[in-house]
């Protein structure tokens, strides 16, 4: 685990939401946070707890049914849910890409749907992989971004 990687234990929705506002702290804009863990495991919690932090107000809705959503805050910011795509990867720029604006902070659960190259850019990127242990506990691995080299 490198010096930027970090692995916590939230006992709690409040823990989660503590720990992402944390991580939003810390975010800058152009940074790209790639969310990955399994249905339920608390990846919308995080994002709006992230979102939060970074001075999104009103509803924060998961975007699973719309793909993306755009909020002001302090720094642009952008939710992307990709579990239900289904497109060929050659037509996901086009549709993704007002959400990648390098200006803002994007999250991204479900990354690891066919995206062609759309992750490939110079800009800071981020994990964060959340596991459910057992009843509200949770492991969440938290890898800061870092300049692709």
Known sequence: MSVADSKVVSEDEGGTARIAAEFAGRLQPGDLILLVGEV???????????????????????????????????????????????????????????????SGITFVEWPDRPMGNL??????IGRVEIRHLDGDRREIRLSEPVSPD
């Open 119 to 124: 992750f490939d850019s110079p800009r800071r």
């Open 40 to 102: 339920g495991a608390g990846k919308s919690t995080f994002v709006r707890s992230a979102l939060r932090e970074l001075g999104v107000e009103g509803p924060i809705p998961s975007p699973t049914f719309t793909i993306g959503r755009a909020y002001r805050g302090r720094v642009p910011a952008f939710h992307l849910d990709l579990y239900r795509l289904e497109l060929p990867a050659e037509e996901v720029p086009d549709l993704l890409g007002e959400y990648l604006d390098p």
